[in-house]
């Protein structure tokens, strides 16, 4: 059992809620800039001389908001402490749900940080003033090409990725062999006849958790967007007028595999939620759910022993378009560029990024997935999930979410109205059109 998992279960819900990305804060003005605790104290250039001047260790403070890491982060800054003698970290941690709320606060009462986590994209937008151009630094250049779009601007790249994340299909893989499935599905229709084949065999197929919006919303549907021809371009089509939800090939496919799915979906899904498909799924008693590599940790407190793999979630039956997972980075460092210590916290994330003792952290201890070239896991530290979802990366067979680039509340709109078509409240053209009317709206179309 890994050494962190009672901690994250207490966690669990908002480390969920953390794998999809979040809301970026408010905007801030940027006229004041970031004081600091410190005042007297040498940022310093090296750890090793930073607070000579005033024979006192310069503190450096980081928000950290992935909360299933705060241990590990605690041991990282011990080691870290005893190789930089003149700098100590001053490290909080706060759920992912509570970054935004908890960084405005900070900036209001002048305790800003000096790294803290962004989302990219609209919390990019939200907060470039306040963030130092990392475009310099010495790893940049051995990021993944996926992670850079979400933290750029201008041609400048303003954060360092935390991890990827992904999703796809979760599968109990003795089960399977249990139905005498051998080839495992990549097409819509292959999936069906799957789903078919362990419902004649006495297994429950599929749980699907839709008592959320936020499940459908800003997963499911993520889907839809990921797999279109150019998604950046759907959605700045979305926003002008001249891309149209109903009618989109796209999405008629995702609704037929949403129709797939209800069809063999355990119980009522409108009662299920996350915890409740886990767990169905964790002890046996489906074969299929869609889960994240986030979702590791919580099977393995059920079953350590489960052995568990990640499948595609195909919307047609052309293998070469269906094979795919999809996510990205849900959090990336930044630097508070108005920070009194903003050099020695350019070089805390080089030390993080390039010794190895930082990417042992990046990788097996914080059992991530890391957004650089040089930087993989073992299977031993990821689970038979982040093994898998790390082979789709790695054939470039993974797509990129980008819920932070739509208008903010339409993920929220959309759940609900998947939960009405579920209940057989609306019908496929109302569905699609109603994720088109909240578009709209929130937009300020209509």
């Known amino acids: 059992m890994r050494k962190w998992v009672v901690l994250f279960i207490v966690f669990a819900m908002a480390v969920f809620a953390a794998a999809c990305g979040g809301s970026g804060g408010s905007k801030n003005d940027g006229k004041n800039g970031a004081s600091s605790s410190n005042a007297g104290q040498s940022a310093g250039g090296s750890g090793e001389t930073a607070g000579k001047g005033s024979g006192k260790p310069v503190t450096l403070k980081i928000l950290n908001g992935k909360v299933e890491i705060s241990e590990k982060m605690n041991e990282l800054k011990a080691e870290y402490e005893a190789s930089h003698p003149g700098v100590k970290l001053q490290i909080e941690s706060v759920m992912t749900s509570e970054v935004s709320a908890t960084l405005k606060a900070k900036y209001a009462g002048k305790e800003r940080p000096d790294i803290f986590l962004n989302g990219g994209d609209r919390d990019l937008d939200n907060w470039i003033d306040q963030l130092e151009d990392l475009s310099d630094q010495p790893w940049v250049d051995d990021l993944l090409d996926m992670v850079k779009p979400p933290i750029s601007k201008d041609g400048k790249i303003y954060g360092l990725p935390v991890n990827i994340e ?14 005498g499935i051998e ?15 362990l419902k004649a065999n006495g297994i429950e197929p599929f749980a699907f958790a839709l008592q959320s919006w936020y499940s459908p919303g800003e997963h499911w549907l993520s889907v839809a967007v990921a797999q279109q021809p150019d998604p ?22 995702w609704v037929d595999m949403l129709d797939v799915v209800l069809e063999y979906s355990h119980g009522n899904p409108l009662t ?38 990640m499948l595609p979630i195909p919307i047609n039956d052309d293998p070469d378009y269906s094979d795919k997972v999809f996510g990205g980075v849900p959090r990336y460092w ?16 080089n030390w993080l990024a390039t010794s190895e003792t930082g ?10 997935i890391a957004g650089f070239g040089s930087m993989t896991a073992s299977p031993e530290a990821l689970g038979g999930l ?8 790695q054939e470039d067979r993974l797509l990129r979410w980008r819920t932070m680039k739509y208008p903010e509340g339409v993920t929220q709109d959309w759940g609900s109205s998947v939960q009405e078509y579920a209940a057989g409240r609306i019908n496929r053209e ?17």
């Open 272 to 309: 299920t939620d996350y915890n409740g498909e886990v767990t169905l799924f964790a002890n046996g008693e489906v074969a299929m759910i869609k889960a994240g590599n986030w979702t590791q940790v919580l099977v393995d407190s059920v079953d350590p022993d489960l052995e568990v793999g």
């Open 430 to 446: 109302q569905l699609l059109q109603a994720f088109q009317d909240s578009w709209d709206k929130i937009s300020g179309k209509k």
């Open 166 to 179: 992904g999703f796809g299909l979760a599968y109990n893989k003795a089960l399977f062999e249990k139905a």
């Open 232 to 253: 950046d371009a759907f959605i700045q089509g979305l926003f002008d007028g001249t891309e149209k939800i109903p009618g989109n090939p796209v999405f008629e496919q």
């Open 334 to 349: 930044v630097v508070n560029k108005h920070s009194e210590n903003k050099e020695l916290a350019k070089e805390f994330l």
């Open 386 to 393: 982040g093994t898998d979802l790390q082979r789709y990366l």
């Open 359 to 368: 990417k042992r952290y990046m990788t097996d201890e914080f059992q991530f």
């Open 183 to 197: 080839k495992l599905p990549k097409t819509l229709g292959e999936l069906r006849d799957v789903m078919a084949q």
